[in-house]
């Protein structure tokens, strides 16, 4: 009898500690991170840094240079305009339409430090 009222008390004293030792950890998440977007300020850094590292370079002469700069200038003053419309903020419409040509950008940028053409 002195040996059951033992290994009942204790399995009653070891339960308790052997719930708390099981641990489950979290798994890993298989879903890769979300892909930020940068924004248009961003970008717009970005690619002035780009052209400035191509005229150091030698890889942007001084007339592509000026387009490139003179076309950035465009997108600028578009985004300005609409924002103006806006109240101070772009719609997604203008958003899009203002990444797509930020992409047109980039694609000069690349194709220009990429010609044949050297100052």
Do not use: C
């Not at 004293?13 to 298989?30: C, D, E, G, M, W």
Request: positive net charge; glycine residues 6%.
């Amino acid at each position: 009898m002195k040996l059951t009222h033992f290994t009942f008390a204790a399995a009653l004293i070891l339960a308790p500690a052997a719930i708390f030792a099981q641990t489950t950890t979290a798994p890993a998440p298989t879903t890769p991170p979300p892909v930020t977007q940068k924004t248009i300020q961003e970008r717009k850094v970005d690619q002035q840094d780009r052209v400035a590292q191509g005229v150091k370079s030698g890889q942007l002469t001084a007339g592509e240079t000026s387009k490139l700069e003179h076309q950035e200038s465009g997108i600028n003053k578009e985004e300005s305009g609409m924002k103006a419309e806006d109240n101070g903020k772009l719609s997604a419409a203008d958003k899009k339409l203002i990444t797509k040509q930020q992409n047109q950008e980039s694609r000069r940028i690349y194709r220009d430090k990429r010609n044949a053409t050297k100052r």
